[in-house]
């Protein structure tokens, strides 16, 4: 890693992190949210895909503060760096996770960006005047296959990936994988988000609750 690089990232993590804690990372209030549901659980583990920043947006830094670990996981390089600086105890990986391994192509309008997608549709609606890369793509079970040395369940996955959360969620073999809470981004059309709640309910996750953008469905046998 370069070390003019490497100082911006160091700069870049005091800048955002503050002197000071601050009461809510999240968007609308998700960590603050799952603060609450998991307080009798110190030691939890937990999947963020598409996690984008250690602490701006975040759901789950509440959660790493407080003694959980987990899996962190974005297209972007930089946003990996970052994690690997202020959230050392994770498993920060630089990967793009959708439902095969394949190549794909990645929409991106800036390296460090929460709308960097592998949705064209997405990208033509909210990205302005985007660049396009070709990259490898994996599945969620083939992750955790070759990085996950812990038990097959966890407390919290969390999928905000602009647009792919749909074809991210039905590859995984919720056979093996168990999470007692699913989060993921809202943000689809009709027939999207009916794919979405239809998925999730013949897998036995109930709807929980919508927070803005994001829902939140609850393992009915965790």
């Not at 999730?200 to 803005?212: G, I, R």
Request: hydrophobic fraction near 35%; include cysteine.
């Amino acid at each position: 890693m370069k070390i003019i690089y490497k100082i911006k990232l160091y700069l870049h993590v005091l800048l955002y992190r503050g002197i000071k804690e601050k009461a809510q990372y999240s968007i609308n209030g998700e960590d603050l949210f799952l603060n609450n549901y998991f307080k009798d659980v110190p030691k939890g583990r937990y999947i963020d895909i598409g996690a984008f920043h250690p602490f701006r947006s975040s759901n789950t830094y509440k959660l790493y503060k407080k003694g959980w670990s987990g899996f962190n996981i974005d297209l972007s390089k930089t946003s990996i760096d970052l994690f690997k600086l202020a959230r050392p105890n994770d498993i920060n990986l630089n990967l793009v996770i959708s439902d095969k391994k394949e190549e794909t192509i990645v929409y991106q309008n800036k390296d460090l960006s929460k709308w960097n997608t592998i949705n064209p549709t997405w990208a033509s609606m909210y990205l302005k005047n985007p660049y396009s890369k070709k990259v490898c793509s994996d599945t969620l079970n083939n992750v955790l296959k070759k990085y996950n040395s812990q038990s097959n369940k966890f407390e919290l996955i969390n999928i905000d990936t602009e647009g792919s959360e749909y074809f991210i969620l039905k590859n995984i073999d919720f056979d093996k994988y168990k999470f007692n809470l699913i989060l993921t981004g809202a943000q689809y059309t009709k027939k999207e988000k009916d794919q979405v709640l239809s998925l999730l309910k013949s897998k036995k996750y109930n709807y929980l609750k919508s927070m803005a953008d994001t829902f939140i469905f609850v393992n009915a046998n965790y």
